[in-house]
């Protein structure tokens, strides 16, 4: 292709043609293309946006660009994307769930980002666990087991992660075109029959606002849908923690007391709507609603912490993790409880202040070969519109060493705004983009 052509009509705002997405997209795979020449795309796209055709060329070329899964199992292949969040542990409780429902989860997830912890650094907090799996393992795992939950290989749309390296570091990380055909590329490579969207929303969220959020998702579902994947989308919200503890370890034992059948908490909630959408979209269930009534008794029935074993297992962690799970977890030498300077009500969290708190006691990273502690981290964190009194506790600080807590304690006082009347908190699910809306 004549490369700077290509990008002469990007930079003036024409959309370019899908045969030259194709070959632009094949270009970065066979190194023909420069690191400069993807940065002046992203940043075109990032400025102008792309037209359908060009929306859906994209994202189907960095599928293309790798390894496509085919899956011969008993049942639909199923999946579930967050964009990502403070206290956002669904994964773990939503893949061992659908596998008890009868579906096949093959669930790519990521690290740690910004001040979003990770569903893998949860997962490490588990003695000897490998998630690394080659394609050829992690299909044997998903076919015993139910699902597995796994860090990216690099033979899955390599062209998304040569693309992102360069968003990373030009500032087009948000381009909702840019982040659709990453998101998607990965999901329909992996040959999934469907697939839900959990978009968030709030303080705590990458994105702020819930007009961007509804239009992101909109843009996900159309594309997926018209690409022959069952794609539903629900926006929640987060302006606090989804789970009540962040941090590696932290998150991952709220995530087992969803797994042991607590289900009335905010996690288990949203979980239940996620897998509900996903059963009802793909046979499994009659409705939505019939849907999340098997995923909680999934829950509640122990079948769903039963996949979670067989998981762990198969993953070499310990056979015996759901069972001791308390003492097997990592634990800190210094707890600390941040108490409520006075008296009030719950008006306001910042979850993006939470999640930076938390990364400074170590459980984040500043690059990507930082190394984190799996056992530090909040709990117990206060909800929003509750009361509290002079002395109460907003949330519990575990940290390796009393600097650390020192930082946090302040940092959780800084984050948590408290008032003399209450404000009403906004509904756990926002709006739901159901695939038939499409």
């Known amino acids: ?77 199923l999946d579930k994307h967050s964009t990502g969040g403070v206290g956002d542990c669904t994964s773990i409780v939503l893949a061992p769930a659908l596998a008890a429902c009868g579906a096949y989860v093959p669930m790519v997830s990521g690290r740690s980002l910004g001040h979003a912890g990770g569903t893998l650094d949860s997962l490490k907090s588990i003695p000897g666990i490998n998630y690394n799996l080659s394609v050829d393992r992690f299909q044997e795992v998903v076919r015993k087991t139910g699902c597995a939950i796994v860090s990216a290989s690099e033979e899955i749309a390599p062209a998304d992660r040569i693309m992102f390296e360069i968003r990373d570091v030009t500032s087009t990380v948000e381009s909702p075109e840019l982040i659709t055909a990453s998101i998607l590329s990965k999901k329909l490579a992996a040959g999934v029959d469907g697939l839900v969207l959990d978009v968030k929303y709030g303080t705590g969220a990458f994105i702020k606002s819930a007009a961007i959020a509804v239009n992101l998702a909109r843009l996900m579902v159309t594309t997926a849908n018209s690409l022959g994947c069952q794609c539903s989308a629900v926006v929640s919200d987060l302006n606090q923690p989804l789970a009540t503890s962040m941090g590696g370890a932290l998150e991952l034992a709220e995530a087992m007391l969803a797994l042991e059948g607590q289900v009335g908490r905010r996690l288990a909630s949203l979980s239940s709507t996620l897998g509900g959408i996903l059963l009802a979209d793909t046979g499994l269930a009659a409705d939505a609603e019939e849907g999340a009534a098997k995923i909680r008794n999934a829950l509640s029935s122990g079948q769903a912490a039963e996949v979670f074993r067989s998981m762990v297992a198969e993953l070499d962690g310990p056979s015996d993790f759901v069972e001791n799970w308390r003492t097997i977890l990592p634990k800190t030498p210094v707890v600390r409880d941040v108490r409520s300077p006075e008296a009030g009500f719950i008006n306001a969290i910042d979850g993006e202040k939470l999640g930076l708190a938390v990364a400074n006691l170590g459980a984040g990273r500043r690059v990507e070969q930082d190394a984190i502690n799996p056992s530090v981290g909040l709990e117990n964190i206060v909800k929003l519109s509750n009361s509290v009194e002079e002395g109460s506790v907003l949330a519990r600080v575990h940290a390796a060493d009393e600097d650390s807590a020192d930082q946090a304690q302040q940092a959780v006082q800084d984050a948590i705004e408290i008032g003399p009347t209450i404000t009403p908190r906004s509904p756990l699910v926002f709006k739901t983009i159901r695939t038939s809306e499409v």
């Open 1 to 77: 292709m004549d490369i700077r052509a290509f990008l002469s009509k990007l930079r003036t705002g024409k959309y370019p043609a899908p045969s030259d997405i194709n070959a632009f997209v094949l270009g970065i795979v066979e190194g023909e293309i420069s690191s400069a020449q993807i940065a002046a795309f992203t940043m075109a796209t990032c400025i102008h946006g792309l037209d359908q055709p060009g929306q859906l060329a994209l994202t189907r070329a960095m599928c293309d660009s790798g390894t496509q899964l085919d899956w011969d199992v008993p049942g639909p292949v």
